[in-house]
């Protein structure tokens, strides 16, 4: 059976009204006219305000993720300084001094701690340098996905300035979401 070709154009043309409807799946953000990166479109982006520096936000139902440009030094680059590892046989002479146990942020003690200082045992996070698209990025990862950063790092871009962006313990949607973002970052 033949179908009429006034058919076959009624339908199309319907599929394709349905199709223009669809909200977007991403959307583009621009940063001072330089950085480029593209969200999902359930995602929202905020400028913000900033002292000496150009802060804006990315928020989805749950998390404010930072995004911040201006000059080395005063951007962060998502690095803490690590909390010091002390041999085991010095805590109890430490908690007569302070009165206290110290807390897990200001020293750690272990029965290895020079290996554990070289190694990085304690700290959160993970450091890599990438390139996304010709760009020499640091990203930072969380060992465990929920505690920890989840960010990029650009220290230098060609006009001398930084750019940073930064997740505290997301979720393991939101730190893979980040990371697809990450992908998308261009510079102009």
């Known amino acids: 059976m033949k179908v009429p070709s006034t058919l076959l154009l009624s339908v199309f043309l319907l599929t394709s009204c349905k199709e223009s409807v669809r909200k977007p799946q991403s959307q583009t953000v621009t940063i001072q006219d330089l950085v480029q990166l593209t969200l999902p479109s359930n995602y929202q982006f ?4 900033g ?6 936000y990315i928020i989805n139902d749950k998390d404010s993720i930072l995004v911040a440009y201006g000059q080395k030094g005063i951007i962060n ?3 803490d300084e690590p909390v010091p590892v002390w041999p085991d046989s010095l805590k109890k002479g430490l908690v007569e001094r302070w009165g206290k146990e110290p807390k897990p942020d200001e020293v750690l003690f272990s029965e290895f701690p020079e290996d554990d ?12 340098y990438d390139t996304v698209n010709n760009i020499v990025v640091k ?6 996905v929920g505690n920890g950063i989840t960010g990029l790092n650009i220290p230098k871009l060609k006009n001398g300035k930084s750019f940073t ?19 998308t970052l261009k510079y102009r």
């Open 46 to 49: 905020f400028k913000g305000t």
């Open 51 to 56: 002292v000496d520096s150009d802060i804006y």
């Open 77 to 79: 680059d998502l690095y």
């Open 117 to 128: 200082n070289k190694q990085r045992i304690f700290e959160k996070n993970y450091f890599i």
């Open 139 to 144: 990203i930072v990862q969380p060992k465990r």
């Open 165 to 183: 962006i930064r997740g505290d313990n997301l979720d393991g949607t939101a730190h893979q979401t980040l990371l697809k973002i990450f992908r």
